[in-house]
Nanobody
Framework: QVQVVESGGGLVQAGGSLRLVCTVS????????MGWFRQAPGKEREGVSC????????HYADSVRGRFTISRDNANNMLYLQMNSLKPEDTATYYC????????????????????WGKGTLVTITS
């Protein structure tokens, strides 16, 4: 049984930092590209960042580029999102998802992540 579990969310003041962690079990982790997505209250879910199976290719949404860093540890089946210079508009529930790797990198389009999602971790940024 595949499990995808996010952690690390919390309440932080604007300008602060958080590190989200996603732990995956039940699948061959390095067969999958991984992505972080978020959904703010009243808004559609959006892609934040993704990383290829090897970690060699990453993509970021324009809104987080330069502030967030995605990384992965294939030996321990873990995905990370380091979030710095946080803004109130970063407030959302953050989700981790896995997409079968086709060797072409990764995508921020959730259409590719059709099967394995976590339940999310809430990030709240106060001004």
């Amino acid at each position: 049984q595949v499990q995808v579990v996010e952690s690390g969310g919390g309440l932080v003041q604007a300008g602060g930092s958080l590190r989200l962690v996603c732990t995956v079990s039940g699948l061959t982790f390095d067969d999958y590209a991984m992505g972080w997505f978020r959904q703010a209250p009243g808004k559609e879910r959006e892609g934040v960042s993704c990383i290829s199976w090897s970690g060699g290719l990453t993509h970021y949404a324009d809104s987080v580029r330069g502030r967030f860093t995605i990384s992965r540890d294939n030996a321990n089946n873990m995905l990370y999102l380091q979030m710095n210079s946080l803004k109130p508009e970063d407030t959302a529930t953050y989700y981790c998802a896995a997409a079968p790797s086709n060797g072409l990198g990764c995508s921020l389009d959730e259409i590719y992540y059709d099967e394995y999602w976590g339940k999310g971790t809430l990030v709240t940024i106060t001004s």
